[in-house]
C-alpha cells in the first residue's frame, strides 16, 4: 500500500536555527499539507498547498514558516528561526484529486525537539 | 466554526469486551467524518469515513461508526476490544470546498487482558 514517509523521524535542533522537514507523499496525491501537535494538545493545521502553491494557511503559519515541493516530490515545511515553542510532533499529509470526501493520508511524524 | 469534541481522553476496557468511543461535531457544512488510529511511533492510520452515503460506516479491523446528524455524533464502536486495538484514536472533521481537517484531541484506549 503507498504510503507518506517524512524524514527525520525525531530531530533535535537548538533554538534560532533553521529546520527542514521533509515529506515524499504519495506520488498521485495533489493536495499536500501539514499539522503539527504540540505535546498533549490538539493535532493543529498548519498550511494546505496545491498546485505549488499555499492554498490555505493557520494563523500559526507566520513568517518563520514556510514549504515548497522544489523536485515534484519532496514537499518541505521549513522553519527558519525555531522557538522553543515550536517543538511538535510534526505530520505530512496528501489527498488526490477530490478534497471532498476524500481521506487524508498522513506520514508517521516528524517529532521536533527545540532547546 | 467546525469543532470536533471527543467525550473521553481516556478508555480502558477488557479483551473480549465492547468498545466506545465517543464523538461530537459541529460543522456548518455538510461534512465529512472521519476516523484516525495512531499506534505508538506509526502515522494516523484511516480506520474508516463517512461521506453522506450510508449512515453506518464499517472499518477496518471490526471497527463501525454511526453517523446520528441530529445528535451530531459519529462514535466509534468495536463489538469486542482485542489487544492490538490499544492505541490513540483521533476523530477528525473536513467540508465541502475545504482542504483541512479538524481534530478532536484523541482518545487513548487501553485494552486490559
Known amino acids: 500500500e503507498p504510503e507518506v514517509t517524512q524524514t527525520p523521524s525525531h530531530q533535535v535542533t537548538q533554538m534560532g536555527q533553521e529546520v527542514i522537514l521533509r515529506c515524499v507523499p504519495i506520488s498521485n496525491h495533489l493536495y499536500f499539507y501539514w499539522y503539527r501537535q504540540i505535546l498533549g494538545q490538539k493535532v493543529e493545521f498548519l498550511v494546505s498547498?496545491?498546485?505549488?502553491?499555499?492554498?490555505?494557511k493557520s494563523e500559526i503559519f507566520d513568517d518563520q514558516f514556510s514549504v515548497e515541493r522544489p523536485d515534484g516530490s519532496n514537499f518541505t515545511l521549513k522553519i527558519r528561526s525555531t522557538k522553543l515553542e515550536d517543538s511538535a510532533m510534526y505530520f505530512c499529509a496528501g489527498t488526490g484529486w477530490d478534497t471532498v470526501n476524500t481521506e487524508a493520508f498522513f506520514g508517521q511524524g516528524t517529532r521536533l525537539t527545540v532547546v | 466554526a467546525q469543532s470536533v469534541t471527543q467525550l473521553d481522553s481516556h478508555v480502558s476496557v477488557s479483551e473480549g469486551t465492547p468498545v466506545l468511543l465517543r464523538c461530537n461535531y459541529s460543522?456548518?457544512?455538510?461534512?465529512?467524518l472521519f476516523w484516525y488510529v495512531q499506534h505508538p511511533n506509526k502515522g494516523l492510520q484511516l480506520l474508516l469515513k463517512?461521506?453522506?452515503?450510508?449512515?453506518l460506516v464499517k472499518g477496518i479491523n471490526g471497527f463501525e461508526a454511526e453517523f446520528k446528524k441530529s445528535e451530531t455524533s459519529f462514535h466509534l464502536t468495536k463489538p469486542s476490544a482485542h489487544m492490538s486495538d490499544a492505541a490513540e484514536y483521533f476523530c477528525?472533521?473536513?467540508?465541502?470546498?475545504?482542504?483541512?481537517?479538524?481534530f478532536g484531541s484523541g482518545t487513548k484506549l487501553n485494552v486490559k487482558p
Open positions: 460543522s456548518s457544512y455538510s461534512p465529512s
Open positions: 477528525v472533521v473536513s467540508e465541502d470546498n475545504f482542504n483541512k481537517f479538524y
Open positions: 463517512y461521506t453522506s452515503a450510508a449512515t
Open positions: 498547498f496545491y498546485n505549488n502553491e499555499i492554498s490555505e
